[in-house]
């Protein structure tokens, strides 16, 4: 038996371009491109909130200082480190000495 169904172009109903965005269940929200675009971020930026406790938040993006992003360089630029390195020994060496001390 061969089902004839009639041949409609899909409705494509676009909401227009908002600023606005609903809080989900799991307290996010979606910043709308445009917004991102105007201030300079993108996916996977690190961003700060501030409250005003007049419920007002901003969103800052946080720049990582230069001293921390050189030291996320240089580790694991030495291939092998991990391999040498006992590093449970090391730290139950730390407790010891800082319990010693205590």
């Known amino acids: ?18 600023s ?4 989900s269940a799991k307290n996010q929200v979606t910043i709308p491109v445009e917004i991102l675009r105007e201030v300079n971020m993108k996916s996977g930026d690190t ?3 501030i409250g005003n406790g ?3 938040i901003s969103l800052i993006k946080h720049e990582e200082p230069k001293w921390k992003s050189a030291m996320r360089e240089l580790i694991g630029s030495e ?3 991990s391999k ?10 730390w407790d010891a000495k800082l ?3 205590g």
């Open 79 to 81: 291939p092998g480190l």
């Open 54 to 56: 007049e419920g007002q």
């Open 47 to 49: 961003v700060k909130f």
């Open 84 to 93: 040498r390195s006992d590093y449970k020994k090391e730290r139950e060496e």
């Open 20 to 23: 606005t965005s609903r809080i």
């Open 99 to 101: 319990t010693r001390r």
């Open 1 to 18: 038996m061969t089902r004839k169904v009639k041949n409609q172009e899909a409705k494509v109903i676009r909401r227009g371009r908002s």
